[in-house]
């Protein structure tokens, strides 16, 4: 974090001199001290997302690609003649054990077209949909697979983690 700050305050200055470099030095050092007892600042932490970047952008590619079929389910809907939308208010339950995860399966469902997250408590969600059909599979969807996949990796990680430190 200190190496962060310090290219940062480098960058700022517009030139790198004795001066700039000590001063930085002298106001950086506190500034990444502060990160790492008061912030919960860990390299460790850091390096453990860094490797998770690949996911990430497996996870981004694959909800473009679900908001890009829903938006064409939804124009079908709206444009055709025939077919009546009948929204629905649903809830299922999730196994999602962190509450990162769940908000980033809510914030994906309502990112997707036809869909919004209501309510979210504990592993309870409230899902309003344009239509049954948008509706169906959205507790067996795809971000779930995805985003349960990555917290069981993540806990092995961790459990590789504490079983090295012991």
Known sequence: MFAWF???WIILNGRLTWEVFAIGVVLCVPLGLFCVFFLGYSLRRELRII?????????????????????????????????EPE?????????????AAKVLLANSITLTPGTITVKQTGDRFVVHALDREIAEGTENSVFTEMILAAENDTDADAADGKEARA
């Open 87 to 99: 929204p629905v208010l649903f809830t299922f339950r999730t196994k999602l054990k962190s509450e």
């Open 6 to 8: 310090l290219v940062i």
């Open 51 to 83: 490797k998770h970047i690949p996911w990430c952008i497996h996870y981004i590619v694959v909800l473009l690609s679900e908001i890009v079929k829903a938006n064409f389910a939804v124009m079908r809907l709206i444009l055709s003649n025939r077919l």
